[in-house]
């Protein structure tokens, strides 16, 4: 139950894209398509941007994306704007009912 | 609108107990796997334990085997967290989360309960 792997801060400027990653091993992010993405803002709880790798839940922007290619799982955002600016977690199933998030990245909108 | 309440954090001496609730509405309850998530401070977000939806299965994240109890009352639409010798390194924001699908991505959160395990 070792954390995934995360850049531990990323930026980017308005209207920019950027791409924070997200590496586990063949025991969880390689072997699922249950690759889950959270935003949290200071003092708030997380908030489900993606599930199941790529899939956005209703209300969610489009500007959010996600993929995975082998053990890594990868979250864009594009049209980057001021409001991203917040801490986003991966989350991985990792067998036998439990999950795996990752270390945090802290998004910084220049 | 669904609705996740936490309550029964506060400050506990190391070896001490404490037992976290959970106020669900808004949803049926008895639908979903519950889980509790925790965040110490300035740190990142650790899944605890989760557990069905009739409670029949249970599941804990190595650190806190043996030590922590999840539970629900599906009657009373509540999710518990028992949590015995504490210690330091509990310390942490603890939440409540949906399990959106059985797929373990949590589209609910609570707002979370403060545990400070501190002589």
């Known amino acids: 139950q070792s954390a995934l792997t995360q850049p531990a801060s990323v930026s980017g400027s308005p209207g920019q894209s950027i791409t924070i990653s997200c590496t586990g091993t063949?025991?969880?992010?390689?072997?699922?398509?249950?690759v889950s993405w959270y935003q949290q803002h200071p003092g708030k709880a997380p908030k489900l941007m993606i599930y199941e790798v790529s899939k956005r839940p209703s209300g969610v922007s489009n500007r959010f994306s996600g993929s995975k290619s082998g053990n890594t799982a990868s979250l864009t955002i594009s049209g980057l704007q001021a409001e991203d600016e917040a801490d986003y977690y991966c989350?991985?199933?990792?067998?036998?009912?439990?999950?795996?998030f990752g270390g945090g990245t802290k998004l910084t909108v220049l | 609108e669904v609705q996740l309440v936490e309550s029964g954090g506060g400050l506990v001496q190391p070896g001490g107990s404490l037992r976290l609730s959970c106020a669900a509405s808004g949803f049926t309850f008895s639908s979903y796997w519950m889980s509790w998530v925790r965040q110490a401070p300035g740190k990142g977000l650790e899944w605890v334990a989760n557990?069905?939806?009739?409670?029949?299965?249970?599941y804990y994240v190595d650190s806190v085997k043996g030590r922590f109890t999840i539970s629900r009352d599906n009657a009373k639409n509540s999710l518990y967290l028992q949590m015995n010798s504490l210690r330091a390194e509990d310390t942490a924001v603890y939440y409540c989360?949906?399990?959106?699908?059985?797929?373990?991505?949590?589209?609910?959160w609570g707002q979370g309960t403060l545990v400070t395990v501190s002589s």
């Open positions: 989360a949906r399990d959106a699908g059985g797929d373990l991505s949590f589209d609910y």
């Open positions: 063949s025991s969880d992010v390689g072997s699922y398509n249950l």
């Open positions: 989350c991985s199933y990792a067998g036998s009912s439990s999950v795996v």
């Open positions: 557990i069905k939806q009739d409670g029949s299965e249970k």
